[in-house]
């Protein structure tokens, strides 16, 4: 019985290398121990956790020369390319959240408008270098009928600022003047439309980005976007959630914001995140290399979270945009099999501080989108999205590794599926990480179904998806799951996403710059059980 608490490791390297990714066999390498504590689930994301933005960007968006957006704005992509429509439709559902920099300046072209409703035009003058936006109700129209094809599950991004008078290069003051928001709402239930969240501005909190409100009045702009939601959708069986503010976090205006609108108000407490600095700063990889400095943000997400838990505990956290690196990323960084190293620690990190929904900057656009702008071939990250939304479930685990300073380790209970899922990565350059299933005490973390039980289960086996770069280069557009290209197939549609099945007694390899999902159906936890009751009974 005293040899089921000790660690048992297992080394069957040569044969190991020949059927997953040895692809340096003079790598350095160390041995790395991780372990779960499971007893309870330590924060919980929403279903659709995965989310990716549409953005209002015009093709003369353009940023140190170059000019990445092309035609992904909402208001010109183009909503029947069927590439476009598989790329969504994949996730089953994706949300996507719509807004940006420019939604602040649209006028929705419906109702009693009291102003013209005249297009973007480039004007250096201008907050953001553009003036005018204009939604008319027939693009509307067909990017609804684009969202109801997909699947797609929809948050929109309201204009903030109409209405009020601006004091200073910095700040803007007086009410939000909320007739053409409420006659769009009103379009959009008329017509059937889902919205599933309704969010009031863009970056408008705190010191702002282009201008700001105070936190007092944008508590009380939400209070009368909340009486506009309750009035249009009244008698409505589903609601739409209120998030706000949808902009960089500051602690003292995000505490003041909360106190101020008051119990119920607002639903979704959302902030962006650009952590990496500007596009084209020369050492973004060498950021999202290195974590330490990936861990920084970790302070961000835990002060959020303790400042919705103390002052709206009624809201849940969103990240409601994030693209890493600010004005559209930077070319082959961005939108290259490098980024994932960011993305998918990203994602992690997030999702153990409570954060319900991620949303990446963006869906298409830029040089950080998750498809390409011109062609909606999938970039890596796209992938890499994919097999979080199908592996990492709701349940969220602590976890934790020793062994190695560039060891990222992740775990959630498997989505739809018995056992607990890993997101591992390797930011060493030259160094092979071996993570040896490990048998503890179950007070003390991982608990593995015993050699017995799963001889009799037949499940002796453990599925890896692993993660490089097309010849090893980090630039490189392609991403390589277990070795193979992933490559639309001939008729345009998302490959399978296939595992390889390893012995379970055999370690986890951790090729240097890779990454890699684990799901061990054998492992029972508590946490990943239903009302506090394992569904597969643990045998000790």
Same mark, same amino acid.
């Given at each position: ?52 933005t549409?953005d ?19 208001l ?5 390319s ?61 990017l ?12 929109f991004?309201?204009?903030?600022? *109409?209405?009020?008078?601006? =004091? ?5 003051? %007086? /009410?939000?003047d909320?007739? !053409?928001?409420?006659?769009? @709402? ?78 119920? *108000?607002?639903?979704?407490? =959302? ?5 990496? %600095? /500007?596009?084209?700063?020369? !050492?973004?990889?060498?950021? @999202? ?13 835990k ?69 390409? =702008? ?82 009799k ?17 980090l ?38 710059l ?27």
């Amino acid at each position: 019985m005293a040899s089921r608490c000790m660690w048992i490791w297992v080394f069957i390297l040569v044969a190991f290398c020949n059927r997953v990714q040895c692809q340096r066999p003079f790598d350095k390498s160390v041995i790395a121990n991780v372990v779960i504590h499971g007893d309870s689930a330590i924060a919980e994301t929403d279903n659709d956790f995965i989310c990716a933005t549409l953005d209002w960007w015009p093709p003369e968006k353009c940023d140190y020369g170059t000019c990445s957006w092309g035609e992904a704005s909402m208001l010109n992509l183009d909503l029947e390319s069927p590439l476009l429509a598989n790329a969504v439709k994949a996730f089953d559902p994706l949300k996507l959240r719509l807004g940006g920099s420019l939604q602040d300046q649209v006028i929705y072209d419906v109702g009693d408008l009291k102003q013209p409703c005249h297009p973007f035009v480039k004007n250096n003058s201008s907050m953001f270098g553009f003036m005018g936006g204009c939604l008319h109700m027939s693009r509307w129209d067909a990017l609804n009928s684009f969202f109801k094809k997909t699947r797609a599950v929809v948050a929109f991004g309201l204009n903030a600022l *109409i209405g009020r008078h601006n =004091t200073s290069q910095s700040v803007t003051e %007086g /009410p939000w003047d909320s007739r !053409n928001a409420h006659d769009f @709402i009103q379009y959009t239930v008329d017509r059937g439309y889902k919205i599933s969240a309704w969010e009031l501005g863009n970056e408008l909190c705190g010191s702002g980005v282009g201008t700001s409100v105070n936190a007092t009045q944008y508590a009380a702009d939400v209070t009368v976007l909340n009486r506009v939601l309750k009035e249009i959708y009244k008698g409505h069986k589903e609601k739409p959630l209120l998030v706000a503010p949808g902009g960089y976090f500051d602690a003292d205006w995000f505490k003041e914001f909360l106190q101020a609108s008051g119990t119920n *108000i607002v639903n979704v407490v =959302t902030h962006h995140i650009y952590n990496l %600095g /500007p596009g084209v700063d020369p !050492n973004l990889v060498e950021k @999202i290399l290195d974590p330490s400095y990936l861990s920084r943000f970790e302070s961000t997400f835990k002060s959020l979270k303790t400042i919705v838990e103390n002052y709206g505990p009624w809201s849940s956290a969103w990240v409601g945009e994030a693209g890493g690196a600010y004005n559209s990323g930077h070319n082959l960084v961005s939108n290259a099999f490098v980024y994932s190293f960011w993305y998918l620690d990203q994602l992690g990190m997030a999702s153990k501080f409570n954060t319900k929904s991620y949303c990446r900057q963006s869906l298409i656009g830029g040089n950080y989108g998750l498809l390409n =702008t011109t062609t909606y071939v999938p970039n890596p990250d796209y992938y890499s999205a994919l097999l979080w939304h199908k592996l990492m479930g709701r349940r969220v685990l602590s976890i934790s590794s020793k062994g190695s300073h560039y060891l990222r380790a992740y775990a959630h209970c498997t989505k739809k599926a018995r056992g607990v899922t890993l997101l591992l990565i390797n930011l060493s350059k030259s160094t092979r990480i071996f993570v040896p299933l490990s048998r503890t005490n179950k007070n003390i973390g991982l608990n593995l179904i015993g050699d017995d039980d799963l001889e009799k289960e037949g499940r002796r086996s453990r599925m890896e998806y692993h993660l490089t770069a097309k010849d090893l280069n980090l630039h490189s557009q392609t991403m390589l799951l277990n070795g193979k290209a992933l490559e639309l197939t001939s008729d345009g549609n998302i490959p399978s996403l296939e595992p390889v099945e390893i012995n379970a007694r055999e370690p986890i390899s951790l090729a240097p710059l890779s990454i890699a999902f684990v799901t061990l159906p054998f492992v029972q936890l508590p946490a990943c059980s239903s009302g506090g009751v394992d569904y597969w009974k643990l045998q000790h």
